[in-house]
């Protein structure tokens, strides 16, 4: 038996790496019970969340489901407290009696939670790509200074994670490059001149992977492979130029870390999030994730290739924004989640995704920043910027 249990908030407990997260925890009851749990319109997934875990707090996005939510726990005499708001998130992110967060809100939304986990020096399981996208050597600050322990959830990054020597100080003198995969989404062979005509389900049929519709959509794009070279940036510490994409079907090999020698370390396993979210959640141990072992007698032949810039145009944006002044990351960011979710709701179509990006990245003019609030104002001047050129798409 553990001398004490883990206490974990789980912000996005409704989304797939929320839902994951809870069935690992379930597996472990004796070192993990569930403080807080939040969502942002399902209230039902919500209640029997509440039902089968108990939490002290849970948390909805709005007052108007944060009611409806509040009503049935009533109903159903649980007396789990029901909060709403952003303010409510930061609170359940940053208890005293919490010891790990896990942030798996999709979007910019994510980020004022996870920087109050990081101030009050919590461990950061980090599924939230827009916390450092958005927040940057900024977000790193507040983590260090926090005392936060940061622990990448998406899997190519927790793969380079588990693939980097254990003491990161000795990363800049024997890392050569760091190499993330790329599954290529369901468009990896299709003639890019036919995606114009690619509709929502479509993009969100993922080959290998169950995730939400957003997610989906940057993969198949390869807007989340951008994202990802963001965050590998700096989560690792390395330059642009040391972070390679390369495409491999199969998504066995979840990344690489080359060494100065040449020598490659990688990590692999099969293509359910539960296990980088069990490493996340018993770091520096490994238990249980419920996932299948990869069989190796069974495996078809792994393959790799360059990604076509032709037909991922989006994915060159990455090093761009790097290589531009402090901010691009955040209108790129919140430039793809207007573009994202026009497509999904008929305004533009799949092509134009990249036009709205590219848009954003040209007309938004990024001054000086010298903070978060200058990253959030930021933020809402793009979407702004995004919003009015979807406008004059769908005209």
Not at 121 to 131: F, I, P, S, V, Y
């Amino acid at each position: 038996m553990y001398a004490m249990k883990q206490r974990v908030t789980v912000l996005g407990s409704t989304g797939s790496i929320g839902v994951s997260t809870l069935e690992v925890m379930s597996m472990h009851p004796e070192r993990f019970e569930v403080f807080a749990l939040s969502a942002a319109t399902q209230v039902e997934l919500m209640l029997a969340q509440c039902q089968r875990f108990k939490p002290t707090f849970a948390v909805m996005a709005s007052l108007p489901h944060g009611q409806l939510l509040a009503d049935k726990m009533r109903a159903n005499n649980l007396s789990t407290h029901v909060l709403s708001g952003p303010e409510a998130l930061e609170m359940i992110a940053s208890h005293e009696q919490v010891h790990a967060v896990m942030a798996a809100i999709v979007g910019a939304a994510g980020l004022p939670p996870c920087l109050a986990a990081a101030k009050a020096g919590k461990r950061l399981l980090l599924a939230n790509k827009e916390a450092l996208v958005v927040g940057g050597d900024v977000f790193m600050n507040v983590v260090r200074q926090g005392g936060a322990q940061l622990l990448p959830i998406d899997s190519e990054h927790s793969a380079i994670f588990q693939s980097l020597p254990e003491d990161p100080s000795t990363w800049p003198e024997r890392v050569e490059k760091i190499i993330l995969t790329a599954s290529g989404g369901p468009f990896r062979e299709r003639d890019p001149e036919t995606l114009r005509f690619v509709t929502p389900d479509q993009a969100c049929a993922h080959p290998n992977w169950v995730m939400g519709r957003k997610i989906s959509v940057d993969s198949a794009t390869m807007m989340n492979k951008a994202l990802e070279v963001i965050e590998a940036r700096y989560l690792f510490g390395v330059t642009p130029q040391q972070i390679e994409v390369v495409i491999h079907p199969q998504s066995i090999i979840h990344s690489l870390v080359q060494y100065r020698d040449t020598s490659v370390v990688a990590q692999l396993g099969t293509p359910d999030m539960r296990v980088p979210i069990a490493y996340g959640l018993a770091w520096p141990e490994r238990i249980a994730s419920g996932a299948k072992a990869l069989d190796f007698r069974a495996l078809a032949t792994m393959t790799f290739a360059t990604p076509d810039p032709h037909r991922f145009p989006g994915l060159q944006l990455a090093w761009e924004v790097l290589d531009g002044p402090v901010g691009s990351t955040a209108v790129l960011n919140a430039a793809n989640e207007v573009a994202v979710a026009a497509f999904l709701t008929g305004k533009i179509r799949f092509d134009q995704i990249h036009h709205v990006n590219r848009d954003s990245l040209d007309v938004c003019q990024v001054s000086q920043i010298h903070g978060i609030d200058d990253l959030l104002a930021l933020d809402q001047q793009t979407r702004a910027v995004a919003t009015a050129h979807v406008k004059r798409m769908d005209a």
